[in-house]
Nanobody, 113 residues
Framework: QVQLVESGGGLVQPGGSLRLSCAASGITFNIYPMGWYRQAPGKQRELVAIITSGGGTNYADSAKGRFTISRDNAKNTVYLQMNSLKPEDTAVYYC???????WGQGTQVTVSS
């Protein structure tokens, strides 16, 4: 039983910040890469950021310079720090193991003035 529970979303004004958390259970967390994904209304889900088991990171062009993915293996948790938020960042954000389909409920991020 794999469970991924996202939290930390909310309503924020353009230019604001949010920190998302994803708590994982049911997997040997420390050996897997983890990704953050998002799905905006009417659009397909897209990969935003990924972090390897060793801590290496990569980002979508839209996220570079603004978002930071990190992980705490002792807490089985992956984070996404989002700064300088834009309205186009509005989406439901999910975490997952790349290539897997352990989709949870996600957490809603709304960037609006």
């Amino acid at each position: 039983q794999v469970q991924l529970v996202e939290s930390g979303g909310g309503l924020v004004q353009p230019g604001g910040s949010l920190r998302l958390s994803c708590a994982a259970s049911g997997i040997t967390f420390n050996i897997y890469p983890m990704g953050w994904y998002r799905q905006a209304p009417g659009k397909q889900r897209e990969l935003v950021a990924i972090i390897t088991s060793g801590g290496g990171t990569n980002y979508a062009d839209s996220a570079k310079g603004r978002f930071t993915i990190s992980r705490d293996n002792a807490k089985n948790t992956v984070y996404l720090q989002m700064n300088s938020l834009k309205p186009e960042d509005t989406a439901v954000y999910y975490c997952n193991v790349p290539g897997k389909a352990y989709w949870g409920q996600g957490t809603q991020v709304t960037v609006s003035s």
